[in-house]
C-alpha cells in the first residue's frame, strides 16, 4: 500500500470558523510534511514532522496548527483564515531524508 | 542554495511526438532526483527518480538520466498520448546535512498533447 489519504477532498470555510485537515499513511513512513499549493505553482513546504516531533516549521502564520498523533496520522488545524489562504494543502510521507515522498491527492481549500 | 530550474511551458505537442523536458539543478551535497506528475485536480504522483549519478530512471515510457557532469536530469519520452497532458514538476531532496526530506521543486511545465 503506497497511499496516503487527505480528507476532506474540497472544503469551504469562513473566515471566523475552526476546522481540520487529516492525513494518514501505512507505509511505515516516520517522516510527515504538509505542503500548499496555489494555482499554477510547485508545492511549498510547510511544515515537516520526523519521527512525530516537528522539525521544521517554513515560518508558516499561527492561523495553520499542525498536529502529529501519532505515527500514521497527520493533521492541520485551521483558524481565522484569510481569503489568500485558499489553496491546494497537500500532505505527503517519506521513509527517510532523501526517499521518494508519496502524496496525497490534496484538499481544496477555500477560504470565504 | 538548492534550486531546481526546468524549462517553460507550456509544452504543446502531437499524439506520437517526442517529448524532452529540461531540467537542470544545483544543490550541495549528493541529491536525489525525482519527476513528479501532477493531472488536473489531483496531488503529485511519483513518475521516476534516480539517487546517483549516471542511474537511469524509468516508468510508463518516460526515462530520465542522473547527470552530474551537467548538473541536468531532462525528462524524455519517445510517442506521448493525449493522456500524458498534466503538469510535470522536476524536484530534488538533498541528502545533505538537514536530511529532512525537503523537497525543492522547479517551477513545473505544463504539457498539452493534442490528438
Known amino acids: 500500500d503506497t497511499e496516503v489519504t487527505q480528507t476532506p477532498k474540497h472544503l469551504v470555510m469562513g473566515m471566523t470558523n475552526k476546522k481540520s485537515l487529516k492525513c494518514e499513511q501505512h507505509m511505515g513512513h516516520r517522516a510527515m510534511y504538509w505542503y500548499k499549493q496555489k494555482a499554477k505553482k510547485p508545492p511549498e513546504l510547510m511544515f515537516v514532522?520526523?519521527?512525530?516531533?516537528?522539525?521544521i516549521n517554513e515560518s508558516v502564520p499561527s492561523r495553520f496548527s499542525p498536529e502529529c498523533p501519532n505515527s500514521s496520522l497527520l493533521n492541520l488545524h485551521l483558524h481565522a483564515l484569510q481569503p489568500e489562504d485558499s489553496a491546494l494543502y497537500l500532505c505527503?510521507?517519506?521513509?527517510?531524508?532523501?526517499?521518494?515522498?508519496?502524496f496525497g491527492q490534496g484538499t481544496r481549500l477555500t477560504v470565504v | 542554495g538548492n534550486s531546481v530550474t526546468q524549462m517553460e511551458g507550456p509544452v504543446t505537442l502531437s499524439e506520437e511526438a517526442f517529448l524532452t523536458i529540461n531540467c537542470t539543478y544545483t544543490?550541495?551535497?549528493?541529491?536525489?532526483l525525482f519527476w513528479y506528475v501532477q493531472y488536473p485536480g489531483e496531488g503529485l504522483q511519483l513518475l521516476l527518480k534516480?539517487?546517483?549519478?549516471?542511474d537511469k530512471g524509468s516508468n510508463k515510457g518516460f526515462e530520465a538520466t542522473y547527470r552530474k557532469e551537467t548538473t541536468s536530469f531532462h525528462l524524455e519520452k519517445g510517442s506521448v498520448q493525449v493522456s500524458d497532458s498534466a503538469v510535470y514538476f522536476c524536484?530534488?531532496?538533498?541528502?545533505?546535512?538537514?536530511?529532512?526530506?525537503?523537497?525543492?521543486f522547479g517551477q513545473g511545465t505544463t504539457l498539452q498533447v493534442k490528438p
Open positions: 505527503a510521507s517519506t521513509a527517510g531524508g532523501w526517499t521518494e515522498a508519496f
Open positions: 544543490a550541495t551535497g549528493y541529491p536525489s
Open positions: 524536484a530534488l531532496s538533498d541528502r545533505g546535512s538537514s536530511n529532512t526530506g525537503k523537497l525543492i
Open positions: 514532522y520526523s519521527y512525530e516531533k516537528l522539525s
Open positions: 534516480a539517487t546517483k549519478a549516471d
